[in-house]
């Protein structure tokens, strides 16, 4: 893995130990403040451990940003259901990387954080759902899985303490969709990656219907320093309403593309220009979608702005996954909308008909558009499609794709116009009849 | 059916891994552990994992037909695969793909005459801060330049 160099401007925590030698193994793990803080966890009451991490402001880093500690407050304490731990380690919105640092560099931090969620909630028992193209990921967690057995911080009566915690790795075999939390949940009882309506949410019943705490691999990793340095500390990284830090993955039109951790509300701007390295020379900022792919694009002149979950909300978009993808001035719009939706259209798993017919005939209306053939009235009909599919599916994959489809077409329309007046329609005949014969 | 000693020891711990009666979860990674010993999804195949997860063949299927990577056509011996999503289509995933295709005169999930490459194009594999980005069966390879495609493609012809 090629990892960038830190950039003086990061706050490192949730990644301090990836650049030690062998920052994956248990060694250096527990020589580096590793299990300090399960070993913490192991000795504090639920409602406390609940408590720091409702104070810590941590929210969701897969995409939703749902607070964490509110999350984990919703399993039924007197369930006599066993609750269950899944790390939602399906890492697959465009743009995103940061999950694969996390496991690669420091697999043991994974694991602290699903031990003292585990102790949390009583749960015993977890699995981490990995993608199936992160094989070698998944290879790293067993082998990190099996040093944690050996030093006893998983199995039974983890350090003396009584507590039971089993972990083991499930892996995926290549769907968006089973990184929506339920239908992660449908592929690990061995089903279709199908989502299931909510309520009841995964905190009641979740894996083979029993209260279950899904969060991100990355939610899982910050969970430790929480606890060691407390939850009002880890509030004071970031802003009012969103603790901490979080990894920014920044990809397309830059000099120096990487990953980077900055405190929660680190202007957009500066993570461009200074952590990735601008853009290339003689280039203009066209767009930048926020937070993975799903996320509306932002224009050049809306960037201005500190990343956190409000002001992006603000400025029509959204935080997601912190996958940042910039795009310059020689980028095609018209082709960036139809790559976009060629995805979620791949990706959608048929279930509901507003997403599986809806992204079907999006990306055939941007594929005429694309190619020039396409009518005037396709421009507004993408639109209006689009706004069609919004809030009427179970998952938000509709969302997904509609969202990042109506910002294109509404900021960039320009595009689609100009790519329409590249084939001549003669006076007096027809659009539509010359232009499907082109 | 039957498989490596150190599959099988794998798949018995797999089992061991989900609450009891609730073998139906080891499924999928069972299907795709078995797959990269077998090649591919075979009928034979899909009855044995039906039978150690406790399942029909029906359901087994019903599960292959719909994850990307669980495959019932036989692929080449190195699956070639390459990202254009949006990340690596800025950088130039695009182009990637259309000299990997041309190169080897096969389209998407087709195979070479040989057996030696397949090929796909697939959606985004966690790799965009270092697009544009591929993966030869489960390995990746970052900041891909034309050359050093064309060359990959050439080693790999040579492995059969």
């Given at each position: 893995?090629?990892?960038?160099?830190?950039?003086?401007?990061?706050?490192?925590?949730?990644?301090?130990?990836?650049?030690?030698?062998?920052?994956?193994?248990?060694?250096?793990?527990?020589?580096?403040?590793?299990?300090?803080?399960?070993?913490?966890?192991?000795?504090?009451?639920?409602?406390?451990?609940?408590?720091?991490?409702?104070?810590?402001?941590?929210?969701?880093?897969?995409?939703?940003?749902?607070?964490?500690?509110?999350?984990?407050?919703?399993?039924?304490?007197?369930?006599?259901?066993?609750?269950?731990?899944?790390?939602?380690?399906?890492?697959?919105?465009?743009?995103?990387?940061?999950?694969?640092?996390?496991?690669?560099?420091?697999?043991?931090?994974?694991?602290?954080?699903?031990?003292?969620?585990?102790?949390?909630?009583?749960?015993?028992?977890?699995?981490?759902?990995?993608?199936?193209?992160?094989?070698?990921?998944?290879?790293?967690?067993?082998?990190?899985?099996?040093?944690?057995?050996?030093?006893?911080?998983?199995?039974?009566?983890?350090?003396?303490?009584?507590?039971?915690?089993?972990?083991?790795?499930?892996?995926?075999?290549?769907?968006?969709?089973?990184?929506?939390?339920?239908?992660?949940?449908?592929?690990?009882?061995?089903?279709?990656?199908?989502?299931?309506?909510?309520?009841?949410?995964?905190?009641?019943?979740?894996?083979?219907?029993?209260?279950?705490?899904?969060?991100?691999?990355?939610?899982?990793?910050?969970?430790?320093?929480?606890?060691?340095?407390?939850?009002?500390?880890?509030?004071?990284?970031?802003?009012?309403?969103?603790?901490?830090?979080?990894?920014?993955?920044?990809?397309?039109?830059?000099?120096?593309?990487?990953?980077?951790?900055?405190?929660?509300?680190?202007?957009?701007?500066?993570?461009?220009?200074?952590?990735?390295?601008?853009?290339?020379?003689?280039?203009?900022?066209?767009?930048?979608?926020?937070?993975?792919?799903?996320?509306?694009?932002?224009?050049?002149?809306?960037?201005?702005?500190?990343?956190?979950?409000?002001?992006?909300?603000?400025?029509?978009?959204?935080?997601?996954?912190?996958?940042?993808?910039?795009?310059?001035?020689?980028?095609?719009?018209?082709?960036?909308?139809?790559?976009?939706?060629?995805?979620?259209?791949?990706?959608?798993?048929?279930?509901?008909?507003?997403?599986?017919?809806?992204?079907?005939?999006?990306?055939?209306?941007?594929?005429?558009?694309?190619?020039?053939?396409?009518?005037?009235?396709?421009?507004?009909?993408?639109?209006?499609?689009?706004?069609?599919?919004?809030?009427?599916?179970?998952?938000?994959?509709?969302?997904?794709?509609?969202?990042?489809?109506?910002?294109?077409?509404?900021?960039?329309?320009?595009?689609?116009?100009?790519?329409?007046?590249?084939?001549?329609?003669?006076?007096?005949?027809?659009?539509?009849?010359?232009?499907?014969?082109? | 059916?039957?498989?490596?000693?150190?599959?099988?020891?794998?798949?018995?711990?797999?089992?061991?891994?989900?609450?009891?009666?609730?073998?139906?979860?080891?499924?999928?990674?069972?299907?795709?552990?078995?797959?990269?010993?077998?090649?591919?999804?075979?009928?034979?195949?899909?009855?044995?994992?039906?039978?150690?997860?406790?399942?029909?063949?029906?359901?087994?299927?019903?599960?292959?037909?719909?994850?990307?990577?669980?495959?019932?056509?036989?692929?080449?011996?190195?699956?070639?695969?390459?990202?254009?999503?949006?990340?690596?289509?800025?950088?130039?995933?695009?182009?990637?793909?259309?000299?990997?295709?041309?190169?080897?005169?096969?389209?998407?999930?087709?195979?070479?005459?040989?057996?030696?490459?397949s090929l796909e194009e697939v959606e985004c594999i966690g790799a965009c801060s270092w697009a544009p980005a591929i993966q030869t069966?489960?390995?990746?390879?970052?900041?891909?330049?034309?050359?050093?495609?064309?060359?990959?493609?050439?080693?790999?012809?040579?492995?059969?």
């Amino acid at each position: 893995m090629p990892y960038n160099k830190p950039h003086p401007a990061e706050t490192i925590i949730i990644s301090r130990r990836f650049h030690l030698p062998n920052s994956a193994s248990i060694d250096t793990f527990l020589a580096h403040d590793g299990y300090k803080a399960a070993r913490k966890a192991l000795d504090m009451s639920q409602d406390d451990i609940i408590n720091e991490v409702k104070k810590s402001n941590l929210r969701g880093r897969g995409g939703a940003g749902f607070p964490t500690g509110m999350k984990w407050g919703f399993v039924p304490r007197q369930s006599p259901k066993p609750k269950y731990i899944v790390v939602n380690a399906d890492e697959s919105e465009p743009g995103t990387c940061k999950d694969r640092l996390l496991m690669e560099f420091d697999p043991h931090r994974l694991i602290e954080g699903c031990l003292i969620a585990a102790k949390a909630v009583g749960a015993h028992q977890g699995w981490v759902y990995i993608r199936g193209e992160y094989r070698y990921l998944i290879d790293i967690m067993d082998k990190a899985i099996a040093e944690a057995y050996k030093a006893n911080w998983l199995g039974k009566n983890v350090q003396g303490t009584g507590f039971d915690f089993d972990l083991s790795t499930h892996t995926g075999a290549g769907a968006y969709e089973c990184g929506e939390e339920s239908a992660l949940l449908e592929s690990l009882e061995g089903k279709r990656g199908q989502p299931r309506i909510r309520p009841p949410f995964p905190a009641v019943s979740g894996a083979f219907q029993c209260p279950t705490i899904l969060n991100n691999v990355e939610t899982f990793c910050a969970v430790p320093d929480i606890i060691l340095n407390g939850g009002d500390w880890y509030a004071s990284l970031g802003v009012p309403r969103a603790g901490g830090t979080r990894l920014l993955c920044i990809s397309g039109h830059v000099q120096s593309p990487g990953v980077f951790e900055v405190p929660i509300g680190f202007p957009m701007m500066r993570a461009i220009n200074e952590m990735a390295g601008g853009l290339r020379p003689g280039r203009k900022l066209k767009a930048v979608i926020p937070g993975g792919s799903s996320c509306p694009v932002l224009k050049a002149d809306e960037c201005d702005l500190p990343m956190d979950y409000d002001s992006l909300a603000k400025a029509g978009s959204m935080l997601g996954s912190g996958g940042m993808v910039i795009m310059d001035d020689s980028t095609d719009m018209v082709k960036a909308a139809l790559r976009i939706i060629k995805f979620y259209q791949h990706e959608s798993c048929g279930w509901c008909i507003p997403c599986r017919e809806g992204t079907l005939w999006l990306k055939k209306i941007l594929t005429r558009l694309d190619d020039g053939i396409g009518v005037r009235s396709d421009i507004d009909l993408v639109g209006e499609l689009a706004e069609n599919m919004l809030g009427r599916t179970f998952c938000p994959l509709g969302d997904a794709a509609a969202l990042p489809t109506i910002s294109i077409v509404k900021k960039f329309r320009a595009e689609f116009e100009a790519r329409l007046a590249q084939v001549q329609v003669p006076a007096g005949v027809s659009e539509s009849l010359v232009r499907i014969h082109v | 059916m039957t498989f490596s000693p150190e599959l099988e020891a794998r798949l018995a711990k797999m089992l061991e891994s989900y609450p009891k009666g609730r073998e139906r979860a080891a499924l999928i990674p069972m299907l795709m552990y078995t797959q990269d010993e077998v090649g591919h999804i075979s009928k034979e195949l899909a009855e044995e994992v039906a039978k150690r997860c406790g399942v029909t063949t029906l359901q087994v299927e019903e599960v292959v037909g719909f994850y990307t990577m669980l495959r019932t056509k036989k692929m080449g011996k190195t699956h070639l695969q390459i990202c254009t999503n949006i990340s690596c289509l800025l950088v130039g995933g695009d182009e990637l793909w259309q000299h990997a295709s041309k190169k080897l005169g096969i389209g998407h999930n087709q195979v070479t005459a040989d057996g030696s490459i397949s090929l796909e194009e697939v959606e985004c594999i966690g790799a965009c801060s270092w697009a544009p980005a591929i993966q030869t069966n489960y390995d990746f390879h970052h900041y891909v330049t034309l050359d050093q495609l064309d060359k990959l493609i050439d080693d790999l012809r040579r492995i059969q």
